[in-house]
């Protein structure tokens, strides 16, 4: 997201938007076609509710400074090189 960002909302257009749903999509493994992948629809919102009550934060939608907190630190994972045990 821009590194101003405070809150991300429901009903709320920006490419802030577009970040949070690539990054719900790879935490949870659900790819949705969108017409508008750019808004915050209530399907997206939905998804952030479920990923803020597997965290036991307020399910509110609502991407303010917890939740963000937590999304920026699954992120910081995603990107990191992992070892792997293999047979």
């Given at each position: 997201?821009?590194?101003?960002?405070?809150?991300?909302?429901?009903?709320?257009?920006?490419?802030?938007?577009?970040?949070?749903?690539?990054?719900?999509?790879?935490?949870d493994g659900k790819i949705e076609a969108?017409?508008?992948?750019?808004?915050?629809?209530?399907?997206?919102?939905?998804?952030?509710?479920?990923?803020?009550?597997?965290?036991?934060?307020?399910?509110?939608?609502?991407?303010?400074?917890?939740?963000?907190?937590?999304?920026?630190?699954?992120?910081?994972?995603?990107?990191?090189p992992h070892l792997e045990i293999t047979d």
């Amino acid at each position: 997201p821009i590194p101003d960002v405070k809150l991300i909302t429901p009903h709320q257009t920006s490419d802030n938007v577009l970040w949070l749903r690539h990054l719900i999509t790879s935490i949870d493994g659900k790819i949705e076609a969108v017409e508008q992948p750019r808004f915050y629809d209530d399907n997206l919102a939905a998804r952030v509710i479920n990923f803020q009550h597997q965290h036991q934060l307020t399910g509110d939608g609502k991407v303010g400074d917890k939740t963000m907190a937590h999304l920026k630190n699954i992120a910081s994972t995603l990107n990191s090189p992992h070892l792997e045990i293999t047979d």
